[in-house]
């Protein structure tokens, strides 16, 4: 990591979080200089997510850091169920079972598997990520200020918050990614779009070591509380071992909770008091709202500065690393100078769908997780006897199938589509249904390129990343020299593969596929067209626009 000495840089990052990080080290594998400032000194005292997608692993695999994330510090060999109770030394309604980490297999849609890695373990990983590249800058304890744009850039004012000495730097482009009340955001104007509370909710981390031999419950990664007012707190193993995330989930009126009344709660939970240390206390807002646009000309909105989602999913952080795998090539494109303010404009258009999407699941798997306040358990439930124990198989089973929708998301975080986008060309063929617990895998315009091993250990989606990657599918592949010089004419980088995988040739459908640097489906066809610069103006985000 180098240290910026003049006060020009390419890109600007606002917000040192893990989707900040994310754009810096991606911008920085790229060989794109970037500089990254955060008003904190980095140090994550609250865990505001846990979980790491499989699309974002997949991103991690192609950034190398698979094994560091995996060993970054939670216990891999901690249960995963998912359990509803009355407390934890009271009644279990139901479980969802999931292996271990250590346990658990990739399906066959992708090479990875989602990881449990707290942000207190995983923004340390993209941090070390970024600092390894010399184009890279981190810069903690500065505060953005305000900023200008102006014809060949935007002039941002920062502040550093020990010395209190305020500085100009010039950059090219900015990126927001400052949060849900992202200054950035508010000074150009953007609104959010969506309700801004669905609950008020207090976050408690308190360590207490052997948790689990103070309750009679199998051991669990999440437990959902549940009385006869429904849905009150659910419990979370933050580290899989003497850390624990409370959090008393209260109703859209705001309220402040006492230490006391925290404390009597998670006594509560545990259905007994017992000895915990209390570690910090967040009281945070639930959201879903979207900003209405995700950019200006030379500055763009990534992570909860452009979406804020209730955690119930895991959508959030990996929407955001979303926004910004699909940004950081185009921002290396106008760089370089062979992209396009078209193609920069096309974020928006691709991403903006994805995080209304994104959110709105979010916010469903909230309504059923918080349904028992709805619906309220009859009083047999939490009733001892014969009848209490048939009510409370019953609610158990209902609760368990509903729920089934939040802990099986494979579709959300793989089956994204760029439909209508000006740099994908469709192919004629019908957009797939938009599920939820079920992905099958398409190489249809648009969408995630699909994952098929090509060997032990090496999937198709390790030929994808830096540059637009054309496959010659099968023996018979038609010649693509002419692609191959309209790319170069144009300065656009190229890879091509021939691969022989009769696996491969059946899953992309076509013999010719061109995959985008994010990983996406541009283009395919059986032959190239006669056209091929408006094939690669297209896809640059340079092809004229339809009138």
């Known amino acids: 990591m180098k240290h910026v000495t003049n006060n020009e840089i390419p890109v600007l990052i606002v917000g040192g979080g893990p989707v ?11 060989g794109v200089d970037c500089l990254l400032i955060e008003r904190s000194d980095g140090v994550i005292k609250q865990a505001r997510m846990d979980m790491v997608g499989i699309r974002t692993m997949e991103f991690c695999r192609r950034w190398g850091i698979v094994d560091w994330v995996e060993n970054a510090g939670y216990n891999r060999d901690y249960p995963q169920d998912c359990a509803w109770v009355s407390s934890l030394n009271g009644d279990e309604f139901g479980r969802e079972h ?8 990739p399906p066959p849609q992708s090479p990875q598997n989602r990881e449990r890695c707290p942000q207190n373990f995983f923004d340390p990983v993209l941090r070390r990520f970024a600092e390894q590249f010399d184009g890279v800058t981190l ?20 502040r550093d918050v020990v010395s209190d000495r305020t500085r100009d730097i010039e950059a090219k482009y900015v990126v927001a990614c ?17 309700p801004p509370a ?20 199998q051991p669990g990664y999440r437990y959902i509380f549940i009385g006869p007012e429904g849905t009150w707190a659910t419990l979370v193993a933050i580290n899989g071992r003497d850390q624990w995330r409370f959090s008393l989930v209260g109703d859209a009126n705001r309220r402040e909770r006492t230490t006391e009344e925290l404390r009597a709660a998670i006594e509560r939970a545990m259905g007994k008091p017992f000895d915990f240390e209390i570690l910090s206390v967040l009281p945070w807002v639930r959201r879903q709202q979207v900003a209405e646009r995700y950019a200006t000309s030379r500055v763009f909105l990534a992570g909860d500065a452009a979406h804020l989602t209730s955690p119930t999913g895991g959508f959030g952080m990996n929407t955001g690393i979303l926004d910004v795998v699909n940004l950081s090539w185009k921002l290396e494109a106008n760089v370089r100078g062979w992209g396009t303010p078209a193609l920069l404009h096309s974020y928006d258009l691709e991403q903006r769908p994805v995080g209304v999407r994104n959110v709105s ?7 059923r997780m918080l349904s028992p306040r709805v619906t309220a358990p009859s009083d047999a439930v939490f009733t001892p006897g014969p009848e209490g124990d048939a009510a409370r198989l019953a609610f158990g089973q209902a609760y368990t199938e509903m729920m089934r929708r939040e802990w099986f998301s494979i579709g959300i975080h793989l089956g994204y589509v760029y439909e209508g986008s000006p740099v994908v060309i469709a192919d004629g063929t019908p957009q797939p249904e938009d599920t939820v617990s079920t992905y099958t895998q398409t190489a249809r315009p648009g969408s995630r390129a699909p994952h098929v091993w090509l060997s032990p250990g090496v999937s198709t989606l390790d030929l994808f990343g830096k ?39 059946e899953m992309y459908a ?10 996406q489906v541009a283009w395919r066809g059986e032959v190239l067209p006669k056209d091929v610069l408006t094939l690669i103006d297209t896809v640059r985000g340079a092809a004229p626009m339809p009138s």
């Not at 900040?20 to 790229?30: E, I, K, N, T, V």
């Not at 810069?139 to 941002?156: C, I, K, M």
């Not at 207090?202 to 419950?217: A, P, W, Y």
């Not at 020299?481 to 190229?494: E, H, K, N, S, T």
């Open 20 to 30: 900040g990080l994310a754009l810096a080290g991606d911008l920085g594998w790229r």
């Open 98 to 105: 999931f292996p271990t980490p250590a346990e658990a297999v």
């Open 178 to 194: 400052d949060g849900g009340a992202s200054t950035v955001r508010q000074q150009l104007g953007i609104d959010m779009q969506g």
């Open 139 to 158: 810069q903690y304890q500065t505060e953005f200020v305000s900023l200008l744009a102006h014809d060949h850039g935007v002039r941002v004012t920062v």
């Open 361 to 367: 699941e979010a916010t469903s798997n909230l309504a």
């Open 510 to 519: 076509s013999p010719l596929v061109l995959v985008r640097p994010d990983g």
């Open 198 to 217: 669905l609950t008020y909710t207090t976050n408690v981390i308190f360590r207490c070591d052997g948790l689990e031999r103070l309750h009679n419950k």
């Open 467 to 505: 540059a637009f990657v054309l496959l010659r599918l099968g023996a018979n592949a038609p010649v693509v020299d002419a692609l191959i010089d309209a790319a170069r004419q144009r300065g656009v980088p190229l890879q091509v593969h021939d691969l022989l995988h009769a696996e491969v040739r």
